[in-house]
């Protein structure tokens, strides 16, 4: 689960739009009165605001204005329909406090989105179980560019509600036939508006501040997640204090963690909006938490200038999942740059995009990008200018663009004057290209006299060249020796004077740079189906109910709508390849189409349905396969199954990943020959 800054497409083309208008003007200031009554799903709101020469704004189909005055007199309001919303015009009102009431019956919440639903626009949502009114969608008049606002929510007496912005006041109910009041203040200029509300139970942590007011620390969770409520408290605190401490004070007056009915995973800024049933998950407090809390300072403090790349996710992601697998071992932090790569490698040709175009996290190929390449560059900027210019370089990139719409450009300018380097030829191959380089030692040979050794290596990489630093393992028997190598041209020649004979060379074993892996680096994962540009489907299940399981577990699965194919496709097709079935009838076709038997680590886990990719053959298409217990265990996977892309294999209990893993893969070794 990754933070969305909000697939909000339409939002994003509109901060992109105004962002001159923005930085020209004064940011606007929406005062927001809001009744809400989520069971008959009735909202009844009043906007104020100075009012533009000539305002328009869209509020989605279902509200409707009902009467707008100028200094307190009427003003023609003129409407037209565009598919689920409806734009609103006002004229002649210039300089005047505009006062605009408007409500309606808002849709219903949409309990079937999944995951990746979630992050494409859609309505705002309404039900007793939770109401979600997401910034984009229409369910406020939105002023042009940057605003700050203050909102007043009124709900029923069992309901609880927020938005991003301080809690300047709270009047819960005396008895249930009073109504939950709440008053919320967001100074900073703000790119949009998100109201959560639901049956919450709210339990609150106060965390001192040397000058300052204490911080607010809250949970809003339902009545089955209150256990974990202090658990979450404590975790939001520590992750406040190191991040704190490592790029400057918290820029909010609190954070809170929202239970959501939905599977999603957002970041607003002092808050984040998180899926109930992910926030039972023992690993999320250690790892996707403080991912949203250090939201509040990339994304939610320091804004992102989507007309030139999202930077946000990549330093998200490397100072916040990476450090923490860095801290655990170095193992585990090779485990998930060599992960990052892999996903990059499943992504289909044509399809991956330079950072500079990445906006947000809407399928699995952009987020190969925006969160892996670009926390890789993170990790080899670090690399390249050491851990105190780059610890220097984040602080300073804080304490200059705090509430600033900032660039890749803005990155490189802190850098720059933390390390005292020149940095544009970094930023540019790795922020405005697109893909990856392919680095392979195509030559090796050593000549030696007089005890020493000259290692020559021709090097190649596709063109246009990137200027790359390659780490290079020169091994002999049980010595490894290590040297980085500068190669900047398509073929180059370089030389090594070493104390020992050399017996082979590896080309970053490491993995430090951001590259192509070698074939025999690139065991299948799960990945590559997800993706693929146009996957085929084989269902081996003979009974309708599974049938139909198995094809919604596909639709679920695939990014892009599966073909249903039979057996042919194994061998006449290079797009990925979905088996999927009941046990006895998915061995029945693995004998059939001559494909290897359940790999060991599946074949003895217990579970309801096993999960596997099959080993690459030049000869076939490429082969996962789904093989479950009956049409439930089919039925269970469906939801958990698309979040392990990074997998080689997995083996559910129920919903419950029981065991998984990758397939073990060698880095290759080029030999080295020896010359007299």
């Given at each position: 689960?990754?933070?969305?800054?909000?697939?909000?497409?339409?939002q994003?083309v509109?901060?992109?739009?105004?962002?001159a208008?923005?930085?020209?003007?004064?940011?606007?200031?929406?005062?927001?009165?809001?009744?809400?009554?989520?069971?008959?799903?009735?909202?009844?709101?009043?906007?104020?605001?100075i009012?533009?020469?000539?305002?328009?704004?869209?509020l989605?189909?279902?509200?409707?204005?009902?009467?707008?005055?100028?200094?307190g007199?009427?003003?023609?309001?003129?409407?037209?329909?565009?598919?689920?919303?409806?734009?609103?015009?006002?004229?002649?009102?210039?300089?005047?406090?505009?006062?605009?009431?408007?409500?309606?019956?808002?849709?219903?919440?949409?309990?079937?989105?999944?995951?990746?639903?979630v992050?494409?626009?859609?309505?705002?949502?309404?039900?007793?179980?939770?109401?979600?009114?997401?910034?984009?969608?229409?369910?406020?008049?939105?002023?042009?560019?940057?605003?700050?606002?203050?909102?007043?929510?009124?709900?029923?007496?069992?309901?609880?509600?927020?938005?991003?912005?301080?809690?300047?006041?709270?009047k819960?109910?005396?008895?249930?036939?009073?109504?939950?009041?709440?008053?919320?203040?967001?100074?900073?200029?703000?790119?949009?508006?998100?109201?959560?509300?639901?049956?919450?139970?709210?339990?609150?942590?106060?965390?001192?501040?040397?000058?300052?007011?204490?911080?607010?620390?809250?949970?809003?969770?339902?009545?089955?997640?209150?256990?974990?409520?202090?658990?979450?408290?404590?975790?939001?605190?520590?992750?406040?204090?190191?991040?704190?401490?490592?790029i400057?004070a918290?820029p909010?007056?609190?954070?809170?963690?929202?239970?959501?009915?939905?599977?999603?995973?957002?970041?607003?800024?002092?808050?984040?909006?998180?899926?109930?049933?992910?926030?039972?998950?023992?690993?999320?407090?250690?790892?996707?938490?403080?991912?949203?809390v250090?939201?509040?300072?990339?994304?939610?403090?320091?804004?992102?200038?989507?007309?030139?790349?999202?930077?946000?996710?990549?330093?998200?992601?490397?100072?916040?999942?990476?450090a923490?697998?860095?801290r655990?071992?170095?193992?585990?932090?090779?485990?998930?740059?060599?992960?990052?790569?892999?996903?990059?490698?499943?992504?289909?040709?044509?399809?991956?995009?330079?950072?500079?175009?990445?906006?947000?996290?809407?399928?699995?190929?952009?987020?190969?990008?925006?969160?892996?390449?670009?926390?890789?560059?993170?990790?080899?900027?670090r690399?390249a200018?050491?851990?105190?210019?780059?610890?220097?370089g984040?602080?300073?990139?804080?304490?200059?663009?705090?509430?600033?719409?900032?660039?890749?450009?803005?990155?490189?300018?802190?850098?720059?004057?933390?390390?005292?380097q020149?940095?544009?030829?970094?930023?540019?191959?790795?922020?405005?290209?697109?893909?990856?380089?392919?680095?392979?030692?195509?030559?090796?040979?050593?000549?030696?006299?007089?005890?020493?050794t000259?290692?020559?290596?021709?090097?190649?990489?596709?063109?246009?060249?990137?200027?790359?630093?390659?780490?290079?393992?020169?091994?002999?028997?049980?010595?490894?020796?290590?040297?980085?190598?500068?190669?900047?041209?398509?073929?180059?020649?370089?030389?090594?004077?070493?104390?020992?004979?050399?017996e082979?060379?590896?080309?970053?074993?490491?993995?430090?740079?951001?590259?192509?892996?070698?074939p025999?680096?690139?065991?299948?994962?799960?990945?590559?189906?997800?993706?693929?540009?146009?996957?085929?489907?084989?269902?081996?299940?003979?009974?309708t109910?599974?049938?139909?399981?198995?094809?919604?577990?596909?639709?679920?699965?695939?990014?892009?709508?599966?073909?249903?194919?039979?057996?042919?496709?194994?061998?006449?097709?290079?797009?990925?390849?979905?088996?999927?079935?009941?046990?006895?009838?998915?061995?029945?076709?693995?004998?059939?189409?001559?494909?290897?038997?359940?790999?060991?680590?599946v074949?003895?886990?217990?579970?309801?349905?096993?999960?596997?990719?099959?080993?690459?053959?030049?000869?076939?298409?490429?082969v996962?396969?789904?093989?479950?217990?009956?049409?439930?265990?089919?039925?269970?996977?469906s939801r958990?199954?698309?979040?392990?892309?990074?997998?080689?294999y997995?083996?559910?209990?129920?919903?419950?990943?029981?065991?998984?893993g990758?397939?073990?893969?060698?880095?290759?070794?080029?030999?080295?020959?020896?010359?007299?």
């Open positions: 689960m990754k933070r969305s800054l909000r697939a909000r497409a339409a994003a509109l901060a992109c739009a105004c962002c208008l923005s930085l020209a003007v004064r940011a606007a200031h929406l005062d927001l009165d809001v009744d809400l009554d989520p069971a008959a799903r009735r909202l009844a709101a009043v906007a104020e605001l009012a533009p020469a000539d305002f328009s704004f869209a989605h189909a279902s509200l409707a204005v009902s009467s707008a005055t100028a200094n007199r009427p003003v023609p309001v003129s409407s037209t329909a565009a598919g689920d919303l409806k734009h609103w015009r006002i004229a002649g009102a210039a300089g005047a406090k505009l006062r605009i009431e408007y409500g309606g019956t808002l849709p219903a919440l949409d309990t079937a989105l999944d995951h990746r639903a992050l494409t626009a859609h309505p705002p949502m309404a039900s007793p179980e939770g109401t979600f009114l997401p910034s984009g969608s229409g369910w406020y008049p939105q002023p042009r560019g940057r605003f700050s606002y203050t909102l007043r929510v009124a709900l029923p007496a069992s309901q609880r509600g927020l938005v991003a912005g301080r809690l300047i006041e709270e819960p109910p005396a008895h249930a036939a009073q109504q939950y009041v709440a008053r919320f203040e967001f100074p900073k200029a703000s790119e949009g508006i998100d109201l959560m509300a639901g049956p919450y139970v709210v339990h609150e942590k106060r965390v001192p501040r040397k000058g300052a007011a204490p911080l607010r620390l809250r949970t809003y969770f339902y009545r089955d997640l209150e256990t974990l409520a202090q658990g979450y408290l404590e975790d939001s605190a520590r992750y406040i204090e190191r991040y704190s401490q490592l400057g918290y909010f007056d609190g954070f809170s963690i929202v239970a959501s009915p939905l599977p999603t995973g957002f970041g607003m800024p002092g808050l984040t909006y998180i899926g109930a049933r992910v926030l039972k998950l023992p690993f999320i407090r250690g790892t996707s938490l403080g991912h949203e250090l939201h509040n300072w990339w994304g939610n403090g320091v804004y992102v200038d989507y007309a030139r790349g999202n930077w946000s996710e990549g330093l998200t992601t490397f100072m916040a999942d990476y923490y697998r860095e655990e071992s170095p193992a585990g932090a090779r485990e998930m740059r060599v992960g990052w790569l892999r996903d990059f490698a499943a992504v289909p040709p044509g399809r991956d995009i330079a950072l500079s175009a990445f906006r947000s996290r809407t399928h699995g190929a952009a987020a190969a990008s925006g969160y892996g390449k670009a926390a890789m560059v993170f990790f080899m900027l690399d200018i050491g851990v105190e210019a780059f610890a220097s984040v602080r300073r990139f804080w304490e200059t663009r705090r509430f600033r719409r900032s660039s890749w450009h803005d990155l490189q300018d802190a850098f720059e004057e933390s390390s005292g020149p940095l544009g030829a970094f930023f540019e191959q790795w922020v405005q290209r697109a893909g990856a380089p392919s680095v392979t030692v195509k030559e090796a040979q050593a000549r030696s006299a007089d005890g020493k000259t290692l020559t290596l021709a090097i190649e990489q596709a063109a246009p060249a990137y200027a790359l630093d390659v780490p290079l393992a020169i091994v002999a028997g049980g010595k490894t020796e290590v040297r980085r190598v500068r190669v900047d041209r398509e073929r180059q020649v370089v030389t090594l004077e070493l104390d020992f004979v050399p082979g060379v590896r080309v970053d074993p490491d993995v430090r740079v951001w590259r192509a892996l070698a025999a680096e690139l065991p299948p994962i799960l990945r590559q189906w997800i993706v693929a540009r146009a996957p085929r489907l084989v269902v081996a299940a003979g009974e109910g599974a049938q139909r399981a198995a094809e919604s577990v596909a639709r679920e699965f695939f990014e892009t709508s599966p073909r249903a194919s039979d057996s042919v496709a194994i061998d006449d097709t290079r797009e990925p390849v979905l088996l999927i079935g009941l046990h006895g009838e998915v061995d029945s076709a693995l004998a059939r189409l001559r494909l290897p038997a359940r790999p060991a680590p074949a003895s886990s217990a579970g309801s349905a096993q999960v596997w990719t099959v080993e690459n053959d030049p000869q076939r298409a490429p996962a396969v789904i093989s479950a217990r009956d049409a439930d265990a089919l039925k269970a996977i958990p199954l698309p979040h392990y892309g990074g997998q080689s997995l083996v559910f209990d129920g919903p419950r990943v029981i065991a998984r990758v397939w073990a893969v060698a880095s290759p070794l080029v030999p080295v020959a020896r010359v007299r």
